[in-house]
């Protein structure tokens, strides 16, 4: 794959100017200028999964902050980058990214899912409503955030019922 950072002085093919056009309009991602294609940003983003999963989370910072910085509409990729920012307690960066996933995908699970859990260790009611819509959007529970978000639904439900269990019934006023 030929980058454009390697331009070394020769006339620039009219496709590389167009993307570069494209690119400064606002039309194009960086990603695009220098022809990365899904299957590369894919492979990646596993590698960067897979130094979540082994705690490399700095290492896993880098790889998801690059994706973004190339195709900020890479949802995917946001909100993984979210999830590490969650796991290295940059809490307020992990809801930016969350945010501008939802933005591109309003279902994407792990967004809704991860969000959803901040918003309710800070008390913010929102918090359930993501789990509510992470759970809609994996009905079956095929993801591992879908499976998450019944959970902690069904887990909130149940606390809010004990809740009311244990709350002294209030009477009724009396009638004249």
């Known amino acids: 794959m030929g980058r454009v950072i390697k331009y070394e002085g020769a006339a620039m093919d009219t496709a590389t100017v167009g993307r570069l056009k494209a690119f ?3 039309e194009a991602t960086w990603a695009e200028v220098e022809g990365m294609t899904f299957e590369e940003a894919k492979a990646i983003a596993q590698v960067g999964c897979e130094l979540a999963g082994a705690g490399r989370l700095e ?21 993984a980058l979210g999830t590490v920012y969650q796991k290295l307690g940059r809490v307020p960066e992990a ?3 969350y945010c501008a996933a939802l933005e591109g995908d309003p279902t994407n699970p792990v967004a809704l899912v991860n969000r959803g859990e901040l918003y309710l260790r800070q008390g913010n009611r929102q918090g359930f409503t993501d789990l509510a819509r992470a759970a809609e959007a994996d009905p079956e529970g095929v993801t591992s955030a879908g ?3 019944r959970a902690l639904v069904r887990a909130i439900a149940l606390a809010a019922v004990e809740t009311m269990k244990d ?5 009724a006023p009396a009638r004249a």
């Open 59 to 79: 290492e896993a910072r880098i790889l998801f902050e690059g994706l973004v910085e190339g195709n900020p509409r890479d949802t995917a990729s946001r909100a």
């Open 95 to 97: 809801v930016t990214e």
């Open 24 to 26: 400064a309009r606002g």
């Open 167 to 171: 709350a002294p019934a209030k009477e």
């Open 147 to 149: 499976r998450r978000a």
